[in-house]
């Protein structure tokens, strides 16, 4: 792949002041289940080639995923065409350039995101990778739910990929990584039959680095206990109670506002609540939240971001006080910093500031079975529908509580037709407790997180 990029480089900079090639190499097999049966097996490899350019603060950008030698001096001087035309960027400073010996950012190699048995999984084709759908439906079939419930998964689905990632650009960065990806769910609906019957759904799932740390037959059983659990929902009464949110509520909240409202490039708009707020508390005092992008095992942890940069660990939220913001080099050059390593991108387009390992800590740890026994009256919520309609500007949400139960004196019982409003920047001074289950959901690491008090609309 360098041999091409170096050639396109070469050919960029006979009309450019500077240049930027991008490459992906992607492998990725995947199984689609309906019901219980395999719906597709699909297995793709694909290759692209982003090209961005730079002429006097003015910026051009072009894909491919053609590698003929044609298309490739095609895709160069596409780029080199639009950066002519475009305004200049007076806030547009220069590339990355390498790391110098010496310097305080170096490139580190990172624990636990390569798994050859998943390599040799995708060379073996679909057998294997429907063997392990089978698992996690074998799991599903073994959870055993009370008498007269009846449990069926309706969707499922299973996917291995190898990805590699190369960086080269004229200012020294030449730079690559390569990583392995597993990932499996499945949805159930759980029923009653009778005159009054009723249904509900539960979805489990999980995706990590390496093939040994996913246990597919607890997918499948977790999902049909969620299902099972939640029939028989009641409703509660509108009122403000303390909630308790399970890491994939926490990730669904997070991804659509809270990761948003802490990009430099939403912050530098005022299209954040947290402009002119850094060095001020903005969350309760237990919480800490980091940024890694070198984390052992991390999802999204890789030796740079996107732009060649080396990854690295950010505080963003120390003690409930407002440290730093996500940043790529461009953002971070309008700011006068470094580059947080935070640039996020695919060949396909310009790099823009991500969160990678998006980590929640806490001073005040417990169980989820601890945090239940202190409520009296309150929410358990396993999922969240609607966090993408928040307003990211605002803070402001209003989703559906999906999977929810009532706690009462520490006990849970389901309960049905709950709605959340409320806002971002409010639940994380109100945030109590950390739980000590946590787990990685895309870019979310997280725990359960106790909130004292959280708007309840029945």
């Not at 005159?195 to 037959?217: A, H, N, P, Y």
């Not at 990685?440 to 004292?452: A, D, G, H, L, T």
Request: aromatic share 6%; charged share 25%.
């Amino acid at each position: 792949m360098f041999d091409i990029m170096h050639k396109m480089l070469k050919k960029a900079l006979e009309s450019c002041d500077q240049a930027e090639i991008y490459g992906e190499k992607g492998d990725v097999l995947s199984v689609d289940l309906e019901r219980e049966e395999v719906k597709k097996v699909k297995h793709v490899k694909s290759t692209g080639i982003g090209v961005r350019v730079v002429i006097s603060n003015k910026v051009g950008f072009s894909y491919t995923t053609a590698l003929e030698k044609a298309r490739i001096e095609d895709c160069v001087m596409h780029a080199i065409k639009q950066a002519k035309v475009s305004e200049q960027d007076p806030h547009f400073h220069a590339l990355p350039a390498s790391v110098l010996e010496g310097s305080k950012r170096s490139y580190t190699h990172i624990e636990k995101t390569f798994d050859p048995r998943i390599t040799e999984l995708l060379e073996g084709g679909g057998e294997d990778a429907i063997e392990y759908c089978t698992v996690m439906l074998n799991g599903a079939k073994q959870y055993e739910a009370r008498k007269g419930v009846t449990c069926s998964p309706t969707e499922g689905s299973f996917a291995a990929a190898h990805d590699e990632t190369y960086i080269l650009n004229s200012e020294g960065i030449e730079i690559s990584n390569t990583g392995t990806y597993v990932s499996a769910g499945i949805m159930v609906v759980a029923g009653t039959g009778g005159g009054s019957s009723e249904e509900t759904s539960g979805w489990e799932g999980k995706v990590s680095r390496m093939l040994r740390e996913i246990d597919f037959e607890w997918i499948g059983r977790e999902a049909v206990k969620i299902a099972a659990d939640s029939l028989g929902g009641k409703k509660l009464k509108t009122k403000q109670i303390p909630i308790v949110f399970s890491p994939r509520a926490v990730q669904s909240l997070l991804a659509h506002i809270l990761i948003p409202q802490l990009s430099a490039e939403n912050v530098q708009r005022k299209q954040s609540p947290y402009h002119g707020k850094k060095g001020e508390e903005v969350a309760s005092e237990t919480l800490t939240i980091i940024d890694d992008g070198t984390m052992p095992l991390g999802v999204n942890s890789r030796k740079m971001d996107g732009e060649g940069v080396p990854s690295q660990s950010t505080c963003l939220v120390e003690k409930g006080v407002l440290k730093n913001f996500l940043y790529d080099t461009y953002t971070a050059g309008k700011d006068g910093v470094e580059s947080t390593g935070n640039a996020i991108r695919s060949f396909s387009n310009l790099p823009t500031p991500g969160a990678t390992n998006f980590i929640i800590n806490a001073i005040s740890k417990a169980s989820k079975e601890e945090m239940f026994s202190e409520i009296h009256e309150g929410l358990f919520i396993n999922d969240i529908i609607g966090a993408h309609t928040a307003s990211r500007a605002s803070g402001d949400f209003s989703v559906v509580a999906q999977n929810a139960f009532g706690i009462e004196k520490g006990e849970l019982y389901p309960v049905t037709q709950v709605m959340l409003a409320g806002n971002m920047q409010e639940v994380l001074k109100h945030v109590e407790m950390l739980g000590t289950d946590t787990r990685q959901i895309y870019n979310v690491v997280s725990p359960s997180i106790k909130v004292s008090k959280v708007q309840v609309i029945s």
